[in-house]
């Protein structure tokens, strides 16, 4: 059975798009990270998140210089869309040439992103050209699937915890990057920058 790298933040959307994967794929879930001196233990998150889902985690470590060209982006617009696509894209490339570099130990890449999301979004040129310079195929489990679709899909498949985003955490670029943030422009502006909203972890399938 092929095997996807799929890129996991222990919450529902990753989740959910790995489960979709799994009876078809061998699925290992990447728990990416910036590795960041005193920084969120992310990895730790996903790992005891895909435990309970029953998949392999393995930890991707990131380039620290892109979390910090995110952040200062992120503070300059005054918004976190345009510095969290960067990440996305830097965190499909590292996981992708590592798929290259492996002897073609995986296959395909994946992710959670949805139809609906405004930022991560690959659009398609980016698509062609990661498959085309890695040897791999990329896959978007979600991305014929609406918020409603995915949270009904959601809930047959998995539990799910759910809490304000900087009460929850999450294996996600978001934790690192809020605390980057904050270690660097003060918690006042993450707050400024970040919106408010409901955050997800995954505590097992429903199975």
């Known amino acids: 059975m092929p095997t996807v790298a799929t890129l996991f933040s222990a919450g529902k959307d990753s989740a959910l798009a790995a489960t979709l994967l799994d009876p078809f794929y061998d699925v290992v879930l990447c728990s990416c990270t910036f590795a960041l001196e005193n920084g969120p233990a992310v990895v730790d998150t996903a790992r005891e998140a895909g435990e309970r889902v029953g998949l392999a985690v393995e930890r991707v470590e990131l380039d620290e210089s892109v979390a910090r060209e995110a952040v200062d982006r992120m503070v300059a617009d005054g918004y976190p869309r345009n510095g969290i696509q960067l990440v996305h894209e830097h965190a499909l490339e590292t996981v992708a040439a590592r798929a290259a570099v492996g002897g073609g ?15 991560p979004v690959i659009d398609r040129p980016f698509a062609q050209s990661l498959e085309d310079r890695n040897g791999i195929d990329y896959l978007r489990p979600l991305a014929g699937y609406g918020r409603g679709a995915i949270d009904e899909l959601a809930d047959r498949l998995l539990d799910v915890e759910t809490g304000p985003s900087e009460q929850l955490p999450t294996g996600d670029y978001e934790t690192e990057l809020r605390a980057l943030m904050a270690d660097e422009h003060g918690e006042g502006t993450v707050s400024e920058v970040f919106p408010e909203h409901v955050q997800s972890r995954v505590t097992g399938r429903t199975e």
């Open 105 to 119: 130990s995986f296959s395909a890449v994946a992710d959670g992103t949805r139809r609906d999301d405004r930022a």
